[in-house]
C-alpha cells in the first residue's frame, strides 16, 4: 500500500474538498479533439442515416376490449374482477401468429400483393441498408448453421431420424413480416388498445391496420368455439365417468346393507343404548347387594357360635322368629330365676322351666343357622346374577360395536354416493349451460376509430433523430474524454504532483508552440516571454531551497528519456548567468550526449578523456556572448558507470566549486541506469525533470524510491512541456498575454 507523508495527505484532503466545475472544463478542453472527433461521427452517421432511410407510414385501430361477466363457462365471474393481465394478454393474442396469418388469408396477400411484399427488400438500394441487409443475411446463415447442427444433434438422439426441416411457405413470410411491424399498446388506466402498422406504403398501412382488428375479433371467435366444443366433449366423457361411479357406489351400498341387515340400524342403535343402561343399573344393584352380603357372612365368621354377637349383626337382629326367642327366653329366665327363690333345683317346677329354657335355646340356635344359611344362599344367587347379567352387559357392547362399525362403513358409502351424485348433477347442469351459452363471447370488442390513411411518414422523425443525434454524440465525447483522462496515468499539473508526493515543485514550463523555434535558446531570444520567466521562477526555487546558502552545484536529471532535462538544464544555467552569476555546465550524460549539440561544439575531447585520464589539459569550453561555460562528454566510453563512479569526477567538481558560482551537472534518466544515483552524491541537491502528459506515476513512484534509498537530497521538480489543458491554462493565458505586449516591437 501506497503510503504519503503528512503534508502529501493533507494537500490530498485539501483537494478532494475543492473541485470545482472548472477542473471538469479544463478536462474538456484538454480532451476537445476526442470530444469533438467522437461528436461529430456520431452526428454524421445520424444524418446520414436519418436522409438515407426509407420512409415508413403507420396507421392505427383503437379497439375497446371488455370481459363479458356473463358468458362463463365453468368459471366464477367473481375471479375477473380484477385481472391487471387482461389488457396484455389481449394484445399478445392481437400480436400473434394466427392473426398474422389471418390478415394475410383475409387480404389474399401471398397472392396479390406477393409481389408488394417479397419484393420489398430489392426496393432498396441504400448503402446503410445494404450493410444491415449483408448483416442479417450473415446472421441468417449463422443461425441456420446453428438450427442445422441441433437438428442433427437431435437426429442422433432419437435413433438416428434424419429430420428435415420444411421451407417456410409465402404466407409465413409475409404473416412474420405483419408481426415485425405490428405494435399493440394499452391505452393507460383505460380498456383501450391501440393498433398501430407500419409500412413502406400508407394504402397498405391503413388495409392491414383494419384487417389485423377484424382477425383479432374472428381468432376470439374461434378460441371460444374451440374451447366450448373442447369443454363439452371433457364434460360429456368426464359426466358419463361421473355416472358409472355413482352407480357402482350405490350398488355396493345396497349390497352391503342387505348383507348386514342394516335396514332397521338406525332403531337398533336407539335401543342398544338404552339396554346398556338397563344392565348396567341391575349389575350395579347386583354388586351391592352382594358386598352386603359378603359384609355379613364375615361378620358370622368373626362372631362364630357365640349367639350375642350373632345378635347384633343386623340380619340377625332384624329376623321376626328370633326377636320372639329372645323374647321367650328373657321371660323363661325371669321365670326361673323367681323360681329358684322359692324352689330348689328338682324341684318339678324348676326343671320344667329348665327344660323349657334348654327349648328356646335350641330354637334361638336352629334360626341362627337358618338365618346364616338363607344368607349364604342370598349372597350365593347374588353372585351368580351378577356374573350373568356382566356376561349380558359385555354381549352387548359388542353388538353395539360391531353395529357401530357396520353404521360407520355405511356413512363412508353413504358420503361417497351422495359425492358422486353431486358431482354427476353439476356436470351435468354444466354441460347443459355450455350448450346454451355456446355461442356467446367471452371478450367484448368495439372498434372505437377505423384505420386512416397517414398523410405524412411516422419514421424517420428527423428532428428528433437530429436532437437525439447531437444528445448521443455529445454524451459519447464527453464520456470518452472522462475515460480517457480517468485512464491516463500521467502527471498533469504541479497542484497534482504536489498533492501525491509533497515534493515541492520548482516551477513549471509552458510546451513551446511556436513552430521553428528552439527552446533551449528561446530564453535568449526572447527574454521577456512566459517561458523565460518560468525559468526564473526555477531559479528563484533554486536559491530559496536551502535555509543558509543556496546549492552550488544542482544534478539536473530526469525519471525517462525525452523529458526534457538537458533543455532544462542549459535554460536554469542561461538564467543563472543572466544574473550576473559564472556558471559551468557538465554533461555527464557519458550515454547519449546532447549539450554540445545545442551550443554547436565539438565533442572530441570531453569529460569521458579526463576521467580516463587520456586527457590532462583544459576541457573547459566557453559559450560566446554569455557567462556559460560547458564541460562536454567527450567520446562515449565502455564504461561509463565506472567514470561517472570514479574519484577524478569527485575532485573535478570539487575543483570547479572554487571557479564557478553554479555548476549544472546534466546526467542520464534515473530509470534507464544508475549514473544518477551516483552522480547524487558528489552535489548538492538533484531538480528532477518530469514531463506533463509523459511522465506517469508508475515512473515517478520508482524513481523516487531509487533516489530515497541512496539518501539523495531532492532540491525539487521542474514541471516541463506544460500546455494549457494541464491545469494552468489560465494562467499561462493571461500570463501569456501579458508578455506579449513587451515582447511587441514598438
Not at 19 to 36: A, E, G, N, P
Not at 514 to 542: H, T
Not at 578 to 590: A, F, P, R, T
Amino acid at each position: 500500500m501506497q503510503t504519503y507523508p503528512p503534508q502529501e495527505r493533507f494537500y490530498e484532503e485539501e483537494e478532494e474538498q475543492d473541485v470545482h466545475l472548472r477542473d471538469y472544463l479544463l478536462i474538456l478542453r484538454k480532451r476537445k479533439s476526442i470530444l469533438f472527433t467522437l461528436f461529430g461521427l456520431v452526428f454524421l452517421t445520424t444524418i446520414i442515416l436519418t436522409y438515407s432511410a426509407t420512409p415508413i407510414y403507420t396507421s392505427s385501430v383503437e379497439v375497446l376490449i371488455e370481459r363479458n361477466r356473463g358468458a362463463s363457462g365453468l368459471e366464477s365471474t367473481s375471479y375477473y374482477s380484477y385481472d391487471p393481465d387482461f389488457l396484455e394478454t389481449q394484445s399478445t393474442i392481437v400480436r400473434s401468429a394466427k392473426v398474422a396469418r389471418r390478415v394475410v388469408d383475409s387480404l389474399k396477400l401471398a397472392s396479390t400483393y406477393r409481389g408488394y411484399f417479397l419484393e420489398e427488400k430489392k426496393a432498396e438500394p441504400s448503402f446503410f441498408n445494404n450493410i444491415g441487409t449483408a448483416i442479417s443475411e450473415s446472421l441468417g446463415s449463422l443461425l441456420a448453421s446453428v438450427k442445422k447442427l441441433s437438428e442433427d444433434s437431435t437426429s442422433q438422439g432419437t435413433g438416428g431420424a434424419l429430420v428435415v426441416s420444411e421451407p417456410m411457405r409465402d404466407e409465413d413470410i409475409i404473416a412474420a413480416m405483419i408481426q415485425g411491424r405490428l405494435v399493440v399498446t394499452p391505452l393507460k388506466n383505460t380498456k383501450i388498445i391501440n393498433i398501430s402498422y407500419s409500412d413502406r406504403s400508407p394504402a397498405i398501412a391503413k388495409l392491414v391496420a383494419d384487417a389485423v382488428a377484424r382477425a383479432y375479433l374472428d381468432e376470439l371467435l374461434d378460441m371460444k368455439l374451440a374451447t366450448s366444443r373442447y369443454a363439452l366433449q371433457w364434460m360429456t366423457a368426464k359426466a358419463q365417468e361421473e355416472r358409472n361411479k355413482l352407480e357402482a357406489s350405490e350398488k355396493a351400498m345396497q349390497e352391503y346393507m342387505r348383507a348386514n341387515d342394516l335396514v332397521t340400524i338406525e332403531n337398533k342403535l336407539a335401543i342398544y343404548p338404552q339396554r346398556l343402561s338397563e344392565f348396567s343399573s341391575q349389575l350395579s344393584r347386583i354388586q351391592t347387594e352382594r358386598q352386603n352380603l359378603e359384609g355379613i357372612l364375615r361378620q358370622v365368621e368373626v362372631a362364630g357360635k357365640n349367639v350375642a354377637q350373632l345378635e347384633n349383626i343386623p340380619t340377625f337382629t332384624d329376623s321376626a322368629v328370633l326377636k320372639g326367642v329372645r323374647e321367650a327366653l328373657f321371660k323363661a329366665r325371669q321365670n326361673i330365676g323367681d323360681l329358684s327363690k322359692k324352689y330348689g333345683e328338682k324341684h318339678p317346677l324348676m326343671i320344667k322351666a329348665n327344660d323349657e329354657l334348654t327349648e328356646l335355646l335350641n330354637q334361638q340356635q336352629s334360626e341362627v343357622n337358618r338365618v346364616i344359611a338363607a344368607t349364604r344362599n342370598a349372597h350365593d344367587l347374588a353372585r351368580s346374577q351378577e356374573k350373568k347379567l356382566e356376561e349380558q352387559l359385555a354381549a352387548t357392547k359388542n353388538e353395539l360395536l360391531n353395529l357401530n362399525e357396520k353404521f360407520i362403513q355405511y356413512s363412508i358409502m353413504k358420503r361417497d354416493v351422495d359425492a358422486n351424485r353431486v358431482v354427476y348433477e353439476a356436470l351435468t347442469a354444466n354441460i347443459k349451460k355450455e350448450g346454451v351459452t355456446e355461442q356467446s363471447q367471452s371478450v367484448n370488442v368495439w372498434v372505437l376509430k377505423d384505420a386512416y390513411l397517414p398523410g405524412a411518414p411516422s419514421k424517420p422523425n428527423k428532428r428528433r433523430n437530429l436532437i437525439l443525434g447531437l444528445v448521443l454524440g455529445l454524451m459519447a465525447g464527453v464520456g470518452c474524454a472522462f475515460l480517457i483522462e480517468y485512464l491516463d496515468n500521467t502527471i498533469k499539473s504541479d497542484k497534482d504532483f504536489e498533492s501525491r508526493y509533497g515534493i515541492t515543485v520548482l516551477g513549471t514550463v509552458e510546451k513551446l508552440r511556436e513552430k521553428g523555434k528552439k527552446i533551449e535558446s528561446y530564453i535568449v531570444q526572447k527574454p521577456l516571454s512566459p517561458i523565460a520567466e518560468s525559468y526564473r521562477l526555477v531559479r528563484s526555487g533554486l536559491l530559496l531551497s536551502s535555509p543558509e546558502q543556496p546549492p552550488k552545484t544542482i544534478l539536473v536529471s530526469s525519471m525517462g528519456q525525452g523529458e526534457g532535462k538537458t533543455t532544462t538544464s542549459i535554460n536554469i544555467a542561461r538564467v543563472f548567468s543572466q544574473n550576473g552569476k559564472k556558471v559551468l555546465i557538465i554533461d555527464c550524460d557519458l550515454r547519449r550526449p546532447r549539450v554540445h549539440t545545442v551550443f554547436s561544439m565539438q565533442n572530441d575531447k570531453g569529460l569521458s578523456n579526463y576521467l580516463s585520464g587520456t586527457m590532462q589539459e583544459n576541457i573547459i569550453h566557453k559559450v560566446a556572448g554569455e557567462e556559460l561555460f560547458v564541460i562536454t562528454a567527450g567520446p562515449i566510453p565502455p564504461n561509463p558507470s565506472d567514470l561517472v563512479g570514479s574519484k577524478r569526477l569527485r575532485s573535478l567538481i570539487e575543483k570547479m566549486r572554487e571557479h564557478f558560482d553554479f555548476i549544472l551537472v546534466d546526467s542520464p534518466p534515473v530509470q534507464l541506469v544508475t549514473d544518477s544515483l551516483a552522480l547524487s552524491h558528489l552535489v548538492d541537491g538533484t531538480v528532477i525533470v518530469v514531463k506533463a502528459g509523459v511522465t506517469t506515476y508508475d515512473m515517478v513512484q520508482s524513481g523516487l524510491k531509487k533516489l530515497r534509498d541512496v539518501q539523495c537530497r531532492i532540491l525539487g521538480v521542474v514541471l516541463n512541456g506544460v500546455g494549457k489543458h494541464h491545469g494552468g491554462g489560465y494562467y499561462y493565458s493571461g500570463y501569456s498575454s501579458y508578455y506579449a505586449k513587451d515582447d511587441t516591437p514598438s
